[in-house]
């Protein structure tokens, strides 16, 4: 079956961390560039970070960029996303998605237009 899975949200204080964890199945992982992308309720998916195929290029938004670390480990078909310094407004579900070809990397975009799967989300929610 093709799917991503997300997991490793929760709830954490402000100036704390969390590590996301998606597992891939079904597809060759490493043809694929990846991303994550986050939702708040009521807001449009917003883009948050990318890595290349090989893991060696990567890609924050300006909200983030500083704070969380994406790679990736193809011999596992995981891609993670380490969360540090997080703020309130950090507080959304997390997917990982994969775009739509093979070799791209996609940046910069919001919605889901560019994915052709994702997963089921982990939730992240920063409070005092």
């Known amino acids: 079956e093709v799917e991503l899975v997300e997991s490793g949200g929760g709830l954490v204080q402000p100036g704390g961390s969390l590590r996301l964890s998606c597992a891939a199945a079904g597809f060759t992982f490493s043809d694929y560039g990846m991303t994550w992308v986050r939702q708040a309720p009521g807001e449009e998916v917003e883009w948050v970070s990318s890595?290349?195929?090989?893991?060696?290029?990567?890609y924050y938004a300006n909200s983030v960029k500083g704070r969380f670390t994406i790679s990736r480990d193809n011999a596992k078909k995981m891609v993670y996303l380490q969360l540090n310094s997080l703020k309130t407004e950090d507080t959304a579900m997390y997917y990982c998605?994969?775009?739509?070809?093979?070799?791209?990397?996609?940046?910069?975009?919001?919605?889901?237009?560019?994915?052709?799967?994702r997963g089921q989300g982990t939730q992240v929610t920063v409070s005092p």
């Open positions: 890595i290349n195929r090989g893991g060696t290029e990567t």
């Open positions: 998605a994969r775009p739509r070809r093979t070799g791209i990397v996609v940046v910069n975009s919001a919605g889901w237009e560019k994915f052709d799967l």
